[in-house]
């Protein structure tokens, strides 16, 4: 089993550091989360705010002290200083974009990551931040599909010529050679799971599911993909409450293979470069979780 981070209301240069030292440590992956901007006295709920799933951020996920940065811009800056981490989006918020836009930044950085950089992608659920951009919430979803399609068609390398409801382009072309950067979905209902199934490179939790949801999660995605007649599984990275080695047992004896940490249970907010970096090394340590992350390094 291998073990990634996912961070969220971080800044910038703290990403760039934690990327470095997680990097070093081993760790598989790192998630970066998104919102553009920060919509006031917003009325609307987070989908797994309504579940069983376990809330990792107390209170509003939006508020006035949240510090938001550009994924792509902040992964391109983790990538210049790492090696052998995944930077990856968890997730980007497509609906809100231009497809070619979208399609241009990623190709980009896919190549300045060497091929670790991977687009996890979701439809958003922040009524008010759609508002904020003039973009319909209502045709998130009509946008989202359309997005990846135009997506999928812009990386090929081919001439495109897309019509669609919403985007009308070329003939245009992205670049001469493909470009595969991996398109992961998230959601945890049945509609996204189907659509993981049929479109996706791989799937990520929303929200930190408990081992025994993340469980029945896996085994739905997995009868979705068999129906989708995918001939091998699907990769899965699952969010898991726990940070104790020990306690993470569990999803490897179970045959999870790729488990995601919340960053900030090992990666102080407050303190400077050093500091942080001495906590990061010692909450490995007290976890247990060096030996895990460590053969990954090598």
């Not at 089993?1 to 997680?22: E, F, H, P």
């Not at 922040?126 to 812009?154: C, G, K």
């Not at 001439?159 to 595969?180: A, E, I, T, Y």
């Not at 999803?251 to 906590?279: C, H, I, M, T």
């Amino acid at each position: 089993m291998r073990i990634g981070l996912s961070t969220y209301n971080i800044a910038a240069s703290d990403l760039v550091d934690l990327a470095q030292t997680a990097d070093a440590a081993g760790f598989e992956s790192l998630w970066l989360g998104e919102h553009i901007i920060l919509p006031l006295e917003y009325e609307s709920e987070h989908p797994t705010s309504s579940g069983t799933t376990v809330q990792h951020h107390t209170g509003p996920i939006i508020d006035p002290s949240t510090i938001l940065v550009d994924p792509l811009v902040a992964l391109a800056a983790a990538a210049a200083v790492t090696s052998q981490i995944r930077l990856a989006t968890g997730i980007y918020l497509i609906p809100l974009r231009h497809p070619i836009l979208i399609a241009r930044a990623t190709a980009t950085l896919y190549e300045l990551s060497a091929g670790r950089f991977v687009l996890g992608a979701g439809s958003g659920w922040l009524r008010e931040e759609f508002a904020s951009l003039d973009i319909s919430f209502a045709d998130r979803a009509t946008r989202f599909d359309e997005t990846i399609d135009a997506l999928r068609a812009l990386w090929s390398g081919d001439v495109v010529r897309h019509d669609g409801p919403h985007f009308s382009f070329g003939p245009v072309q992205l670049g001469p050679q493909p470009v595969p950067v991996p398109l992961i979905l998230g959601g945890n209902t049945t509609p996204a799971l189907r659509r993981a199934a049929a479109k996706a490179d791989g799937w990520f939790s929303s929200g930190t599911p408990s081992f025994d949801e993340a469980r029945a999660i896996r085994d739905r995605l997995d009868a979705h993909c068999r129906a989708a007649g995918r001939d091998r599984p699907l990769p899965m990275w699952f969010r898991a409450a726990a940070v104790d080695g020990g306690a993470l047992a569990q999803y490897a004896d179970d045959g999870f293979e790729q488990v995601v940490l919340w960053a900030d249970q090992l990666w102080p907010r407050e303190g400077d470069r050093d500091d942080k970096r001495a906590a990061f090394a010692a909450a490995l340590d007290r976890t247990g979780l060096r030996d895990l992350v460590a053969p990954i390094a090598g």
